[in-house]
């Protein structure tokens, strides 16, 4: 089922099919008002939920009331922010006073935060109209949630980030946040068809989202064009003191930075990375295909990664998993009647690591980086597979992150972009770029997707 929403005429776009920009191009000259906007939304996830499942909790009356009032301060003249009016869809690990936040299992079922987690309140603060929370997997983890793939629902649509993905890909909101700790929001974004953003470790606050790995856990968000990415990220990256993994400085500049033109062709490094064997053979084949597909437009050279790389992927899980059974395991051991057998397994593995395992695991990352970086130093980014192939049949898994977890465990920015078909379904192509180097990512995403044709 491609996740092509209604159109009010042969002509004109479904208002819920803009994107942000477009949107909020529209809000600012007069020809949209939000309370229009987020009842296109609204109707269409009327028409769609059924199918899809993206909301863990949404309030038509609520998000229409603060659309009215987002029209009345536009009406009035008062200085509004980059998001007015824009409906932000936030995956249910992110505490937001105003709706339950759930964490994906019925241990917290009901639960209700006093405060706005700090990247609701930055949203808040730039105008947005908060649209509702995303059904996300077991407290961010692989016991899955009720979400089902837009493209086609008899598959998953991964996760941990699945209703934000999903509902972004569907076009029920133009903006989504999720998080990652190994693939929760590059997976997704591969398997539904959407843009989807990781950005370098520290960017965005996690203050008063659902803690599973502090040196991991990295919040970003999901759109339908690269300049929607930057609009989101720039809202949401103000500095925070409370979160002791933010380095002080101003928020990102990110829409500046993509408008910057190259004045050159561009490089990009074909990682193939220790997860590769695991591709299908399709999904292969594919990435092989466009790899080489550039021509004269850019020069993509396979970049092979050091030895010490082959054992980075484990290294990713001993931090993970350890910090799982020292956040989670507590909540299992409560609980045993209401977690999944597969969370209390990786807990118990958890478990299994010493403090010096997961000292080493950690202090190993840093070097990691460095021995990168005279490899890639000449590139624009690296291009590398969003996962191992489309979206798994059945409701039962979500995936593997595997094609993810290496560059979340080093910290760089990574964004998945909707460019392959295998089979009629979407497969992602992946850029990594340097710590820092967001904008420049996301500059190199803006080009290739302009390639796409």
């Known amino acids: 089922m491609a996740n092509t929403p209604p159109s009010d005429n042969e002509n004109t776009p479904h208002a819920a099919t803009l994107t942000a920009n477009s949107a909020a191009a529209a809000l600012a000259a007069g020809d949209l008002t939000a309370e229009a906007l987020v009842s296109a939304c609204l109707a269409l996830i009327r028409q769609r939920d059924a199918d899809v499942q993206a909301f863990a909790h949404f309030d038509e009356a609520r998000v229409l009331a603060a659309a009215r009032a987002s029209d009345a301060a536009r009406k009035r003249g008062d200085a509004l922010g980059p998001l007015a009016g824009i409906p932000v869809a936030v995956k249910d690990v992110i505490d937001t006073a105003d709706y339950p936040t759930e964490n994906g299992t019925p241990v917290f079922a009901g639960r209700r935060p006093q405060a706005d987690a700090s990247v609701v309140a930055q949203l808040k603060a730039a105008g947005a109209i908060i649209f509702g929370k ?31 993905a999903a509902a ?46 502090a040196p991991l856990d990295t919040i970003g968000g999901y759109a339908r064009s690269v300049d929607d990415i930057a609009l989101l990220m720039d809202a949401i990256s103000g500095y925070d003191a409370a979160d002791p993994d933010m380095v002080p400085g101003p928020a990102s500049n990110l829409t500046a930075d993509l408008a910057k033109p190259f004045n050159r062709a561009l490089r990009f490094a074909f990682v193939k990375s220790p997860a590769w064997p695991n591709a299908d053979a399709d999904a292969k084949h594919a990435f092989e295909t466009f790899a080489a597909g550039f021509g004269a437009r850019a020069e993509v050279v396979e970049l092979p990664l050091p030895a010490d790389f082959d054992s980075s992927l484990r290294l990713q899980q001993i931090v993970q998993f350890s910090d799982i059974a020292k956040n989670y395991g507590p909540i299992a051991d409560a609980n045993p009647d209401r977690v999944t057998a597969k969370l209390k397994e990786i807990i118990a593995e958890g478990r299994s690591f010493s403090t010096a395992d997961y000292a080493a695991a950690r202090a190993e990352r840093d070097p990691l980086y460095a021995a990168l970086q ?32 290496l560059w979340t465990y080093l910290g760089m920015p990574c964004i998945s972009l909707p460019l392959l078909e295998v089979g009629g379904l979407p497969l992602g192509v992946q850029l990594v770029g340097n710590r820092g180097g967001d904008g420049d990512l996301l500059r190199a995403a803006k080009w290739m997707m302009t390639q796409r044709a």
Request: proline fraction near 12%.
């Open 134 to 164: 995303t059904v996300t997997t077991e407290l961010a983890f692989f016991g899955p949630g009720k979400t089902r793939n837009p493209r086609d629902p008899s598959r998953t649509p991964g996760g941990s980030s699945s209703g934000s």
């Open 168 to 213: 972004v890909a569907d076009c029920q909101v133009p903006l989504a946040i999720g998080t990652q700790t190994a693939g929760s929001l590059i997976r997704p974004a591969s398997y539904c068809g959407v843009i989807g953003f990781k950005p370098t470790f520290g960017t965005v606050s996690r203050t008063g989202v659902l803690p599973q790995s």
């Open 374 to 405: 005279p490899n890639t130093a000449a590139y624009d980014a690296i291009l590398t597979p969003a996962a191992p192939g489309v979206a798994l049949p059945g409701l039962g898994a979500t995936g593997s992150p595997m094609f993810n977890a």
